[in-house]
């Protein structure tokens, strides 16, 4: 069977069946794409070298962008990577959820080498979505999953975001609505010193509070280390122009607070609504088909950090 055919992709319910046929499915090489509370993944098994391969294939991503592997807690994870005591405490307060802990590989520990991109660490977390909890309960092994959309792109929260990017390159698509959080996870590097790698839908604050000490920073312009470092990311078609105070003819306008816009994260100023719409907002804005997208100013703290993060990639030059 060639990658390179059209595939028929199949929506699956949300019941016991549709969770049976999409571990069936993982089993036998294929991609499925399942909600998590942040955002669709595109998933695979991670033991499988051909069916990793047709992850980058499908989504057009790059080999060298590593990524996150996803197991159902703790036990699971020590089995991929060397288990540390802040690996520990935070799984402890924060898993299953948005956060992503990226370790040492331990020795024989049988992934394919594509998931790490060369890496000697892998990005490892327990989602919470129910769904993709069932799924890994019944697949019974380690799924590496992206963000469920063409690379670069903007990420989908719903299974019709999915259609819209990767029908007919995916096997299916476990349709469990729309997603919670909204943004992808948070991932720390559980290096010498705790590193933020990425923001994402849990806040830095905190973090630093369960470790009780500071988050470092990652050097700039090092090599990738985690998933979701690329300059360029999470792009509509149109340009973004950030933090637009007032709006310019031919604009479509992506507001945030009591402001006029076409679409709004939130009219009420909460980071946890805007983070939950930001990358709806963003595919409704891209089938208007504008030329630009200009985006109100979003307060960095909080979930303002993960928001502001994916809105300066989705305005990157490309």
């Known amino acids: 069977m060639s990658d390179r055919r059209i ?32 955002v669709y993944g595109l998933c695979a098994d991670a033991r499988d070298d051909r069916a990793v391969a047709r992850i980058f294939q499908a989504k057009g991503r790059p080999h060298f962008n590593p990524l996150i592997v996803h197991v159902p807690g703790p036990a699971e994870a020590a089995r991929y990577v060397a288990w540390s005591d802040d690996a520990d405490r935070l799984a402890s307060a924060f898993w299953p959820g948005p956060l992503t802990l990226v370790l040492p590989l331990r020795d024989g520990h049988g992934l394919s080498p594509l998931v790490t991109a060369g890496l000697d660490t892998l990005a490892v977390r327990a989602p919470a979505h129910p769904l993709m909890r069932d799924v890994l309960r019944a697949f019974g092994g380690p799924l590496a999953g992206p963000s469920a959309n063409p690379s670069g792109r903007i990420s989908p929260t719903t299974a019709d975001h999915v259609m819209a990017g990767l029908a007919s390159r995916i096997e299916a698509v476990l349709d469990g609505g729309a997603c919670g959080v909204g943004v992808e996870s948070t991932i720390v590097g559980l290096f010498d010193t705790p590193t933020l790698l990425r923001p994402g839908g849990l806040p830095r604050e905190a973090i630093e509070a369960c470790l009780g000490a500071p988050l470092a920073d990652p050097a700039d312009g090092g090599p990738l280390t985690a998933p979701g470092q690329m300059t360029s990311h999470y792009a509509p078609g149109a340009a973004v122009r950030l933090n637009a105070t007032e709006w310019q003819e031919g604009e479509l306008r992506l507001g945030f607070g009591a ?60």
């Open 7 to 38: 595939i028929e992709t199949l929506r699956l319910a949300a019941d016991p069946a549709g969770i049976d046929a999409a571990a069936q499915l993982l089993r036998a090489g294929g991609l499925v794409a399942l909600p998590t509370e942040t």
């Open 259 to 318: 402001v006029d816009s076409d679409l709004n994260l939130s009219p009420s100023g909460d980071l946890v609504e805007a983070a939950a719409n930001l990358f709806g907002h963003l595919h409704r804005l891209d089938a208007m088909e504008g030329e630009r997208i200009a985006v109100s100013p979003i307060p960095d703290t909080g979930l303002g950090q993960a928001i502001n993060d994916r809105l300066r990639r989705a305005a990157a030059p490309r």
